[in-house]
């Protein structure tokens, strides 16, 4: 069974940045299409970015442009670089596959506030 632990959190202001980790362990990633999703309060968790094995990405209209979704399967790692961060993006990150679901991790909160 994959373990994933979520990082890189933390209380921004507007305009900042964070970089997001989400380290894989049991079993390889590297193949894997994983995403990252978010969870505001009171709201169902979405997805906002994703990247296939082969390092296509996706990105949800609210995010493009802004965050970067990457990998590092040697480290079995995936990356969410954050920039021109909204209030609005204010939530709990977390990872996981696209199709199917390992279980989730603790997520890492982003707060985005002045």
């Known amino acids: 069974q994959v373990q994933l632990v979520e990082s890189g959190g933390g209380l921004v202001q507007p305009g900042g940045s964070l970089r997001l980790s989400c380290v894989a362990s049991?079993?390889?990633?590297?193949?894997?299409?994983m995403g990252w999703y978010r969870q505001a309060p009171g709201k169902q968790r979405t997805l906002v970015a994703h990247i296939t094995g082969t390092g296509t990405e996706y990105y949800a209209d609210s995010v493009r442009g802004r965050f970067t979704i990457s990998r590092d399967n040697a480290k079995n790692t995936v990356y969410l670089q954050m920039t021109s961060l909204k209030p609005e993006d204010t939530a709990v990150y977390y990872c996981?596959?696209?199709?199917?679901?390992?279980?989730w991790g603790q997520g890492t909160q982003v707060s985005v506030s002045s």
């Open positions: 996981n596959r696209v199709a199917g679901r390992y279980l």
């Open positions: 049991g079993n390889s990633v590297s193949i894997v299409t």
